[in-house]
């Protein structure tokens, strides 16, 4: 059983930037591909980054690459969302969840996050 806990988010202007950041239970961390999902108003729950146990390989959606970055520290069984140039299309509720294969599909994915939200004015 893994517990996942978002934080980081709120309001920021258009240009600005977020840190989020997941702190997971357990101690076996280090096995789980860790995933950021996003459900902007209206939308599905969609993928926007991954990262694997050993945080070696990453994948991130191409709509935010170059913006935003993934990152996790096992020592601290967390891991981070950094959101650069944030445009209002950012918009969304995130999420963190765990997987124990590396896939970009939500139904991979164990266990979630309570999400936290993410408003970018313009």
Same mark, same amino acid.
């Not at 702190?23 to 950021?36: L, P």
């Not at 601290?76 to 944030?86: A, E, G, I």
């Given at each position: ?5 978002? /934080?980081?988010?709120?309001? +920021?202007? &258009? ?9 997971? /239970?357990?101690?076996?961390?280090? /096995? ?13 729950? &969609? ?13 991130? @959606? ?6 935003? @970055?993934?990152?996790?520290?096992? &020592?601290?069984?967390? +891991?981070? =969302? ?10 969304? +509720?995130?999420?963190?969840? &765990? ?5 970009? =599909? ?12 993410? @408003?970018?004015? /313009?």
């Amino acid at each position: 059983q893994v517990q996942l806990v978002e /934080s980081g988010g709120g309001l +920021v202007q &258009a240009g600005g930037s977020l840190r989020l950041s997941c702190a997971a /239970s357990g101690r076996t961390f280090s /096995s789980y591909v860790m995933g950021w999902f996003r459900r902007a108003p209206g939308k599905e729950r &969609a993928f926007v980054a991954l990262i694997d146990g050993g945080g070696s390989s990453k994948y991130i @959606t191409v709509s935010v690459q170059g913006r935003f @970055t993934i990152s996790r520290d096992n &020592a601290k069984n967390t +891991v981070y =969302l950094q959101m650069n140039s944030l445009k209002p299309e950012d918009t969304a +509720v995130y999420y963190c969840a &765990a997987a124990e294969s590396y896939s970009i =599909l939500r139904h991979e994915y164990k266990y979630w996050g309570q999400g936290t939200q993410v @408003t970018v004015s /313009s």
